[in-house]
């Protein structure tokens, strides 16, 4: 996961009710409930941030990690199941519907969930730990302040620590953004004989595409070692 420090300007590790979707959903799973850091009171009024760390070539990460649309409204709907009252934003750049039955849930729970097409410039604290968000709302073509309890952080995949080592190791090659490439016939082979790549290693991935370059990725290897036993 994008590692949120690395975007000074929300505050995550500076305000307590600045958190991530990673552990919000550990709490959820946890807890069965999401409280406010802060205070342990359940928030009132959430909002999520879409593209931590994601299409944003500042950082070097000009790509989208196609699975943090999905998993914020997931995470907003198990939220408001909890807890009806919760209001909840999604802030975002663009709504990336990726996935198996995404345009189903995301017709579903927009009557629910308010989506604001504008991401905040920055995060500040206001009084009782409350965050206040200073954004572009798009739709309406002016600057508006939002106030919340809690903000919630959707970070992207980035390439793990050691990968570009590895690739080095191996040999083999990796794009701009530090993922591991296939050959150019196959995305799957790399240019080193013996060597396949499938899943996040790629590029950012979900768990269904994940499965199936493994399968892919499983019958090559099968193959090859059946031509060189």
Known sequence: PF???NKPQ?????????????EVEEELSRKGRVEKPSDGQIPQDVAFIQCVGSRDPQLGNGYCSQVCCAY?????????????????????????????????????????????????AEVSE???????????DMER????RGEYDLVILSVGITPSEGSRELAE??????????????????????????????????????IGGSIAQAKAA???????????V
């Open 3 to 5: 590692n949120p420090r």
């Open 10 to 22: 929300y505050g995550y590790a500076r305000f307590p009710n600045v958190v991530t979707a990673l």
């Open 72 to 120: 914020a409204v997931r995470i907003a709907r198990l939220l408001k199941y909890r807890s009806p009252q919760t209001n909840i934003a999604i802030h975002y750049m663009d709504i990336q519907k990726f996935g198996k039955g995404f345009d189903q849930f995301y017709a579903q729970w927009k009557e629910e969930i308010r989506f604001i097409r504008g991401l905040p």
């Open 126 to 136: 206001v009084a009782d730990g409350r965050l206040a968000l200073v954004y572009e």
């Open 141 to 144: 073509g002016k600057i508006t």
């Open 169 to 206: 190791v191996l040999n083999i090659k990796t794009n701009e953004f530090g993922f591991y490439s296939g050959s150019e016939l196959d995305p799957i082979e790399t240019d080193v004989k013996g060597i396949f790549v499938a899943g996040c290693c790629r590029g950012p991935t979900d």
């Open 218 to 228: 499983s019958t090559k290897v099968l193959a090859f070692m059946d031509l060189n």
